[in-house]
């Protein structure tokens, strides 16, 4: 208990907290359409983060991209691994779809089953970057921790009082906030997103009114999914390193702050990720880093226990405005 | 135990026509559970007793073919008698996480944590060496070296998974399903982290040594060698433990987890009070999941955090669902294929938890039934896929 460390440091720890939590609520986001639209919860979307962060190792691996880079370099090696990792992310999530969920809603098979073939791929998944690929490949690959040097430079854009901001934090904060609006604006304004939405409120009469359902859930894999790949980039600029299991530590975060934000709710999404990594990096602050990830449990447990619809309501078709 | 494999009430009267004729792949069914639970007693009564005398005896399997099952044909195979054990230990696990999966339809995703309750709590009370014992020996005047006795470790142990499976469930067990699978999954990576942090009651990273054995009949009987020792006394627990189990299916209790399983609504309405049986469900899988534990620790001596990690829990409801959820026998058969396998073939064993996941997705879209279900739980599917056929044709 050290409550002096938090005051002290109260603005870096805020910053800290917000860029952490940005990236939780981009990964959010995908548990929270999938759920809007189907009722359940992809398990398997930690591991679609976790590729994400792989394919952005790979494209600096590629392009030869390190600290040292030029400028040029850095931009066209970051807009390349955004896309990359987007597609990468995208394409894992809608192959999930397609292999584990699609066979079993053709059966009308309980949630139950939908959650173990998700825990299912979700263990394939880790496993092929954690071994399947080493046997193959050699390192990288296999169970350590990999080293993923962004080529950003940290460097100090101003310092407000003893509080100092990096443009690394700047551009994760701004990128994340970016991709969610653009994302609102897609489901709110776009016609495809007015499909999500009606498939969200009521399947049955979405499909009387000629929505394709199928390709409605197809989209929302795709979208939730590019948005993990994003977070992916965004988490290795933020803490330079992957791992194969690095999914499920920010699966269970991503998914607490969805349930936080209220699931199904993607402006819920944003809230319950900057509030769910504010209070983690208090939590950790004021205990020690060891307990950091029990901080989302116990979020988790209490926001289930007193307020299950979260903090701005459950429901995709009806979140809108 | 002769009521082993009572025949459960929906067998002998199964007006569907489907899974009749033709069981797995198109082949015949041969129906031996119904021949075998038609026949009289004097015909099963020896059936189980063979059964049982074949398990006892495994250990010493030594006349070919059958000898090839044994793991240890090639210099470096694990121990036999230690791998005969760790399925004996993993089918206990199996029929307790039954009880909440299969029977009462909860996904719990932290059963670990329970098994680690049962471990710690056996080596925390029971070792000598451990800080419990010593601050409870510090405050009392007790001598250097005092401990509980193994015995009395086993009832602190069901107690605390008892109670930790009521405090688990009781804020839980409202929400619905998959939330449920989630926040015991935080629960079991809470215990674990406890374990780890909380240095000044377990030891931390470090571990308790001195994790006391059940009492002996002759000197060194449960040493760390005998491994056909332990196996024993693990067969016959699992054995008293299935013959309750069986009993707690066949009662109001069980037919209660049913219901709740197959509409929760539906099984309100008629009186059911789901909360309080999912809440027993619950708290019954944790005391079985905590006698696994216990057994285990009690084996290696030794309990550390490192041996109750998330995956392990995953590796459980997969022996479940693969083998058959709702189905004693099927989750037994999935326990046994998930830890035989990979240590008769010893060479495969880094690519384990890959062909967990593989035969998980596996089988859960082709047969999301499980490998052997119930009858009433392959029937509940089967209705699942027709009313869902039935709807696709009418649109």
Not at chain 2, 144 to 158: H, S, Y
Not at chain 2, 300 to 318: K, M, R
Not at chain 2, 346 to 364: C, K, L, S, T, Y
Request: proline share 5%; with cysteine.
């Amino acid at each position: 208990m050290d409550f002096n460390a938090l005051i002290d440091g109260l603005g870096g720890h805020t910053l800290d907290g917000l860029t952490r939590g940005s990236i939780y609520a981009l990964v959010a986001l995908g548990y929270t359409m999938v759920y809007g639209v189907l009722r359940l919860i992809n398990f398997a979307h930690s591991e679609v983060f976790m590729v994400g962060t792989w394919t952005v190792l790979g494209v600096y691996t590629v392009l030869g991209a390190d600290s040292e880079s030029a400028m040029p370099m850095v931009i066209f090696a970051t807009l390349t691994a955004l896309v990359a990792a987007a597609l990468a992310s995208a394409s894992v999530a809608l192959a999930v779809e397609r292999i584990a969920y699609r066979p079993l809603r053709k059966k009308n098979a309980p949630p139950l089953i939908f959650l173990i073939t998700a825990i299912g791929c979700s263990l394939v998944l880790v496993e092929i970057f954690g071994h399947v690929l080493k046997v193959f490949f050699g390192a990288p690959f296999g169970r350590a921790p990999v080293n993923v040097p962004s080529p950003i430079q940290t460097h100090t854009l101003l310092t407000i009082g003893d509080v100092r901001i990096t443009n690394v934090q700047v551009f994760i904060i701004l990128g994340a906030v970016l991709m969610m609006v653009a994302l609102d604006l897609f489901v709110n304004r776009s016609r495809l997103g007015r499909g999500v939405r009606a498939v969200a409120q009521d399947p049955d009469t979405a499909a009387l009114m000629g929505v394709n359902q199928d390709r409605v859930i197809m989209l929302v894999f795709i979208l939730g999914g590019a948005m993990a790949g994003v977070a992916g980039l965004l988490f290795t600029i933020n803490f330079d390193i992957t791992k194969f299991d690095i999914g499920f530590i920010i699966g269970i975060k991503a998914f607490t702050a969805a349930v936080l934000g209220g699931i199904g709710n993607l402006r819920g999404a944003l809230v319950g990720g900057l509030l769910l990594g504010i209070v983690e990096v208090y939590a950790s602050a004021v205990f020690s880093s060891n307990w950091a990830d029990v901080t989302a449990f116990i979020v988790l447990v209490l926001v289930l226990m007193f307020r299950p619809t979260g903090l701005l309501g459950e429901s995709l078709g009806k979140a809108r405005a | 135990m002769s009521d082993l494999n009572e025949p459960t009430p929906d067998s002998t009267t199964d007006p569907s026509p489907q899974g009749r004729a033709t069981g797995a792949f198109g082949l015949p069914r041969l129906n031996i559970a119904d021949r075998y639970s038609k026949a009289p007693l004097w015909v099963r009564m020896p059936i189980v007793l063979i059964g049982i005398s074949f398990a006892f005896y495994l250990p010493f399997l030594n006349i070919l073919p059958f000898a090839y099952i044994r793991t240890d044909l090639t210099s470096g195979g694990s121990d036999w008698g230690g791998v005969l054990f760790l399925i004996v230990i993993y089918m206990i696990v199996a029929i307790g996480l039954n009880v909440v999966i299969g029977l009462a339809g909860l996904l719990d995703l932290g059963y670990i944590g329970f098994y680690a309750i049962g471990a710690y709590s056996v080596a925390l009370f029971g070792s000598p060496s451990s800080p419990v014992t010593e601050m409870i020996a510090d405050k009392f005047g007790l001598s250097e070296g005092w401990a509980v006795p193994f015995v009395a470790c086993v009832p602190i142990a069901i107690a605390l998974a008892l109670a930790s499976g009521v405090l688990l469930g009781a804020p839980t067990l409202r929400l619905r399903g998959d939330y449920l699978a989630i926040v015991t999954m935080g629960f079991g990576e809470i215990i674990r982290i406890l374990s780890r942090n909380v240095t000044s009651v377990t030891n931390g990273s470090a571990g308790i040594i001195g994790v006391p054995s059940p009492p002996e009949p002759s000197e060194n009987f449960f040493s760390a060698i005998e491994t056909a020792h332990w196996y024993w006394l693990a067969l016959s627990v699992l054995i008293l433990l299935i013959f309750l189990t069986r009993r707690l299916e066949d009662s109001r209790v069980g037919r209660a987890w049913l219901a709740i399983r197959e509409d929760e609504d539906a099984a309100a309405v008629m009186g059911v009070n789901a909360f309080k049986f999912k809440l027993w469900a619950f708290a019954i899988g944790a005391a079985l999941g905590a006698t696994a534990g216990l057994l285990f620790a009690s084996k290696q001596a030794y309990v550390e955090p490192t041996g109750f990690a998330l995956n392990l829990s995953f590796l459980f409801v997969a022996m479940v669902v693969i083998g058959g959820s709702g189905n004693m026998v099927g989750a037994m058969l999935g326990a046994f294929l998930i830890t035989y396998l990979p240590e008769r073939f010893r060479e495969f064993q880094d690519w384990r938890p890959f062909a967990f996941g593989v035969a998980m997705v596996a089988v859960m879209v082709l047969r999301p039934q499980g490998l052997i279900p119930s009858r009433r739980r392959a029937r509940e599917f089967a209705d699942r896929k027709n009313e869902a056929e039935e709807a696709a044709a009418d649109a």
